[in-house]
């Protein structure tokens, strides 16, 4: 059999085309990708003859690469490969291709898309001619019971009355078999959208297309891909809503939401017109079993599910008819409380789980569906539930101090979760657990599909040092530092996370595997996911271990400066009085005032030029916190921070890896050492900061980007979305925009230089626009919190004249939800709390209730909850119908 390949790409000098082709074979396995180089006599038209064997091989699937001077430049989208299935009555194939990029419209390939919204069944076209056209065009615009169809001049085309409706053969891709012979003249056709009784619904614009059809020989097949068709259609646009599992509420749950809440919640959102649903991080927390294990975005695994999570009504009832009933008792109870109670709740749910194992665990393992399900997971299972073993056992989920298995060995844990261990009882557990919760997560992603709603995920940009990726993968992280954000809207001294950061060179030996399998396995679940903290993948804000606010980081992968190059921007480096804190009489009375002898005399000593120092048992951050443990009273932290504050004061900060080389410390103008500084070292300093922070790294944090998000990106179909807030370099748009990745465009946080508010229309269509995130006060709270920018959004943002109202009514607040439903972001997912405050009578009278998280506060207990069920939410008839016109009027049912 032979394969002749032609495709127009202009290439350069010393550019040129190879095609990577794999083969299919049985069961549709792919072998392993082969290149071939292709010729061109024009450096426009290339191609290349290949020939196979029919007998071995189902088809090929196969995409083209860009070579320059033999170093490969890039290749068609990885996602969607073209292919061809053989048929054994053909013997040649003749193959004009156009070269596939990231589509502009990537969403309507992604999954969120086609398997909810845009369904459509596959087929193959067996209807093989002695001479055989194959024509193929990619359209991804189809909605559910709408089809592409082809109208043309001669019989086979329905002579432009009839239209052939084509069939589906790929991710987007229509084709349709015509009988060559019959085609002995030039032919004009165009392409139709119709619906599923055959009636034209759009004619694409332009002239007629036109195709010569030069006789075949027979048993040949000549495939032309047509490029895409323009329709006049309105881009695809959803509204969704953003709420954490944790918070809904409904008639059976146990104080806290669950899985089987979420499918209530879908049933709500497909009510109102809604298509998607984005929930936060939902991976098992569990450390302590306290309150502090609220935290969802530190898991102790990147694939677990938390157990808090479980729909208990979906399992059997307990026996035991008396511990039955206390069970009710203790729901009801529990979900009558206004905030989530954490550590009941995660009591009695354990409880239950419990006893549910011990009812039906041994039958649960013994089934094919868990068997299934076992295989396909122990990789991660084992060690998960190994971890969860010795967490209970030892009471730290801190594996460094266990006194055995504190170094992962596979063989060792693996003997430890076997049948025959004394401890299999104990992992069993958990294995029953995670089945149960994967059987109750895919029956709410099936329901949110046949419903046309996308469950979108969120990917925590850190993991827990306390984790079984930590225990088990040590090598792939720096456990000696910490990850965290610079200064930003908020947290005026950056945000320590904790994590490590990731050893990104470990990472690439095996093409970023750990990263591709936590991908794979959230496709499972998930139609889109956002990424928190992208920045991340550029560079990551790291914190010495030292240090318990974020001032003292610095951009890792970054380029640090060396002291002449500090030095050729007019400022003396003078690494004693800029690289250790600043103290002086004068910093000392502005910070403590009339506590500043007793501050020198407990942790400072005097200089012999006058300035201070701290004592050793006080000179770093984390010394000070652990002085200060268990005082939590207004006078003493008011001394803590003032302390932090005084070490946190320098010019400039050592690089990690090359003590010689220097970063200057991140809002340094706002300390006492940068004031310190002559007027003409200020303006030295300033230009040095802008240049460093803001242009000095732009290509060189590209490159590091472009090395992993491409892979990464590209290896599920689920719809990329990102949180790309805070300290944005100028090369992130850059890559996301390549990459065709959803940006996050609030109005209060614009991206665009010298901007308090954004414009709404200036949104990208590649973009998810809201009005607050759990990270922030949601609209009723900060328009309150903050009157005077409340006033400037009100006369500015919104253009109305007069004085602001105190309270934001809800025709406001009604107001402000349409005009972002009406930008062109393609995505409008709004939090539970901005939805429902614009009903004045459903929302919650006190704003600050609505507040889940404060970034400020690490040790913040998220537990906010929905005030009404979302039983009574389904019956809020004029609310329903409110947001139901609102989503309707802007385009985006």
Known sequence: MKIHFTIEYITNWGEELRIQLSQIVANGQKTQMKECQM????????????????????????????????????????????HINFSSDIDHYIINDYWRPIPDDLPLYSSAFTESIGKHSESIDEKIFAETLQLRISEPRLRKDQYLGICGCVPQLGYWERPIRMQKIGLQEWAINLDAELLYTTIEYKYVIIDKDNHIIHWEEGPNRKIRCSRLSKHQMWIKTD?????????????????????LRTNKSYGIGDFGDLRTLISWASQVKMHVIQILPINDTTMTGTWTDSYPYNSISIYAFHPIYCDLSALPKIAD????????????????????DYEKVFSLKMEYLRLAYAQEGKYVLCSDDFKLYYESNKDWLIPYSAFCHLRDTYGTA????????????????????????????????????????????????????????????????????????????????????????PPDDFSVNGQNWGFPTYNWDEMKKDGYSWWLRRFKKMSEYFDAYRIDHILGFFRIWEIPMHSVHGLLGQFSPSLPLSVNEIENYGLKFRKEQMTKPYITEECLESVFGYRKDIIKTIYLYQRTDGRYEFKEPFNTQRKIEAAFKDKNDEENILVRDGL????????????????????????????YTYQSLSLHEQDAFNRLYNDYYYHRHNDFWYKEAMKKLPVLSQSTRMLVCAEDLGMVPKCVPWVMNNLRILSLEIQTMPKAEGQEFGNLQDNPYLSVATISTHDMAPLRQWWEEDKERAQRFYNTALQKDGPAPKKVPGWLCEEIVSRHLFSPSALCILSYQD???????????????????????PRHYWRYRMHTSIEQLMKSSEFNKKITSLIENSGRA
């Open 39 to 82: 010729e061109t006599f024009d450096g426009k038209t290339w191609d290349v003859e290949i020939t196979f064997s029919a007998d071995e091989i189902l088809g090929i699937s196969y995409k083209y690469a860009l070579y320059r001077d033999n170093v490969l430049v890039w290749t068609e989208w990885e996602v969607a490969p073209h």
């Open 227 to 247: 490029v895409r068709a323009s329709f006049d259609i309105p881009k695809w646009k959803s509204a969704g809503i953003v709420l954490p599992v944790f918070s």
């Open 321 to 340: 008819h008396i511990k039955m009933e206390k069970f009710q008792m203790k729901q009801q109870k529990l979900n009558s409380l206004q905030h989530v």
């Open 398 to 485: 801190d594996f460094s101090t266990w006194p055995e298995y504190n170094i992962y060995n596979d063989e060792e844990i693996e003997h430890l979760c076997s049948p025959s261990s004394h401890a299999y009882s104990s992992c069993a557990l958990y294995l029953y657990i995670q089945y149960k919760l994967h059987l109750q997560l895919s029956a709410v992603r099936e329901e949110a599909r046949e419903k046309g709603i996308i469950i979108k995920g969120d990917i925590p940009i850190g993991i827990s040092r306390n984790s079984v990726e930590a225990w088990t993968n040590p090598r792939l992280f720096n456990l000696n530092s910490q990850a965290g954000a």
């Open 644 to 671: 932090y504050k005084l070490l946190s004061s320098v010019l400039f900060v050592s690089d990690r890896q090359f003590p010689e080389l220097y970063h200057p410390r991140i809002s340094a103008q706002n300390d």
């Open 835 to 857: 939805w429902l405050s614009i009903d004045e009578t459903l929302r919650l009278d006190n704003p600050e209730d609505e507040r889940i998280n404060i970034p400020a506060n």
